[in-house]
């Protein structure tokens, strides 16, 4: 199975994170050298698969909208000081003014897994509206 893959290639998109690029919270030291490291690797074997015919892409997503952060929004009106000094320090830097949502990071997806993006490989693709900009 394997052997057989490496002589059709194909498209890999892993999941960074803006974390890895500018920390956001203490705590996360973990979650950030994880990702960061997801990114390194991906832009790696990029260069090392190229030649058999894969794309290996990294989507950088920002703050998105999940069920952990309504979860933690929940928290937040609990006046959970740490949890409200978060939220508000990334509200006041995004220049869209609030999260995206999994259908944003989705379409990217689908850009890099097609032929859109046939000459795309080894690009750290970040879509965190702006965020990292501001």
Do not use: C
Not at 86 to 110: H, K, Q, T, V, W
């Amino acid at each position: 199975m394997i052997r057989r893959r490496i002589k059709e290639g194909g498209t890999i998109i892993n999941t960074g994170s803006i974390g890895a690029v500018m920390p956001l919270k203490e705590g996360l030291s973990h979650y950030d050298i994880s990702k960061a490291g997801v990114m390194v690797l991906s832009r790696a074997l990029a260069s090392e698969y190229d030649r058999h015919g894969f794309r290996i892409n990294v989507l950088v997503p920002g703050g998105i909208w999940t069920q952990s952060t309504k979860s933690l929004a929940k928290e937040a009106l609990k006046f959970k000081s740490d949890i409200v000094k978060s939220g508000i320090e990334y509200g006041i830097r995004a220049p869209l003014g609030r999260m995206e949502n999994s259908d944003e990071i989705s379409r990217m997806a689908l850009v890099l897994a097609s032929d859109l993006s046939s000459y795309v490989n080894g690009a750290l693709v970040v879509v965190d509206g702006g965020f990292l900009s501001a």
